[in-house]
T-cell receptor
């Protein structure tokens, strides 16, 4: 079964610190991997999209990495801000057979940034 | 305003009632999706639509009905609501990356 596992489930850091969120997946083959940010009470918003051939993608203070060999991705947040407090969701898009394009969502990592 | 909207944002209903959640997008995206989000689960796909009059089941379609007579609208109907359908429902549209609506929090008593 195609799965996406994220760790940690939750994380608390101080404002200004860096952090890294992990995503391990078994979805294979896949076309791309996405990281979304979901603020409380809102829908997810796309942060980065990486194809299977890309190793890294940045969006401001957010940098996503992808190792397709080990089926791991990480999202690194630099110089965290209070507004970074949110749930971060890893999504892998399946690229095989009749389910081509199917999205598999991780459960998310809840990040809390304290002043 | 351009974007994707959902209504209502909050809904409380009783077991057995029919409920319709509305989704509207202004981008003319071909694809639209309905997800539910529950604690302990990632977003789970209920139904999706590739174009007007084309819909297909997702991962958890039981108890739900969709229609798409117009490209911009994709309503989700719970024909006879059950407590297990208490959840937050997200609509999304896509021509590539998905754009999500703000969600509808549904409580079934």
């Amino acid at each position: 079964k195609n799965q996406v596992e994220q760790s940690p489930q939750s994380l608390i850091i101080l404002e200004g610190k860096n952090c890294t969120l992990q995503c391990n997946y078994t979805v294979s083959p896949f076309s791309n991997l996405r990281w979304y940010k979901q603020d409380t009470g809102r829908g997810p918003v796309s942060l980065t999209i990486m194809t299977f051939s890309e190793n890294t993608k940045s969006n401001g203070r957010y940098t996503a990495t992808l190792d397709a060999d080990t089926k791991q991705s990480s999202l690194h947040i630099t110089a965290s801000q209070l507004s970074d407090s949110a749930s971060y969701i890893c999504v892998v898009i399946y690229a095989g057979g009749t389910s081509y394009g199917k999205l598999t969502f991780g459960q998310g990592t809840i990040l809390t940034v304290h002043p | 305003d351009a974007g994707i909207t959902q209504s209502p944002r909050y809904k409380i209903t009783e077991t057995g009632r029919q409920v319709t959640l509305m989704c509207h997008q202004t981008w003319s995206h071909s694809y639209m999706f309905w997800y539910r989000q529950d604690l302990g689960h990632g977003l789970r796909l209920i139904y999706y639509s590739a174009a007007a009059d084309i819909t297909d089941k997702g991962e958890v379609p039981d108890g739900y009905v969709v229609s798409r007579s117009k490209t911009e609208n994709f309503p989700l109907t719970l024909e006879s609501a059950t407590r297990s359908q208490t959840s937050v429902y997200f609509c999304a549209s896509s021509e590539g990356p998905q754009f999500f609506g703000p969600g509808t929090r549904l409580t079934v008593l």
